[in-house]
């Protein structure tokens, strides 16, 4: 068994550095792409207080598809013209939304969520899908959890084998 072991009282940066630890220990010795994504989605939810869902969404095509998350059932495809998520591709930076009302074209999958946080997750050069973080408290996520989270998404990066998706993407 795998124990996360969280202090919620440290500061922002050194919480997200114990996490970034704690995460290269789950990643070691697998590299499998669905199997690390369930798992960061996982970690994430059970680490990072205040969320109401974590997970990816990968790119097949002009669309994003549904990948593993921990949450309420979600939207299964996303067109990149729509949403945080599709901002996030479009663009290709990251989408930190305070208030998911004000954001035109949100898409709201779980009626709860009032504040997001999208990270495009790029391999090497291409861009294969989001991970998507949603929180029921508005203005949830400040710069410190944004680069926090990055760090997260890159130990994932460079843990996984990611030929599967560009495959099939
Ligand atoms: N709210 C997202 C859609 C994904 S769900 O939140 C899980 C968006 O606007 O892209």
Redesign the pocket.
């Known amino acids: 068994m795998f124990d996360i072991k969280i202090d919620e009282s440290l500061p922002k940066e050194a919480f997200y550095q114990e996490l970034s630890a704690q995460l290269e220990g789950l990643f070691y010795g697998e590299r499998d792409l669905i199997c690390n994504a369930a798992q960061l989605s996982a970690f994430i939810m059970q680490s990072v207080p205040d969320l109401n869902?974590a997970?990816f969404?990968f790119l097949r095509g002009q669309e994003l598809v549904l990948g593993p998350?921990v949450?309420k059932v979600?939207?299964t495809r996303?067109p990149l013209t729509?949403?945080?998520?599709?901002a996030a591709v479009s663009t290709k930076t990251t989408q930190r939304v305070t208030d998911?009302h004000q954001?035109p074209?949100?898409?709201?999958?779980?009626g709860d969520?009032r504040s997001?946080l999208?990270l495009p997750i790029f391999a090497g050069d291409v861009l294969i899908g989001v991970l998507?973080l949603?929180s029921p408290i508005p203005d949830r996520f400040d710069e410190k959890d944004q680069f926090g989270v990055q760090e997260l998404a890159n130990i994932f990066v460079k843990s996984t084998d990611f030929q599967w998706a560009l495959d099939v993407g």
């Open positions: 869902w997970g969404y998350y949450g979600a939207c996303i729509k949403g945080v998520c599709g998911v954001f074209g949100h898409i709201a999958c779980d969520t997001e999208v998507d949603d």
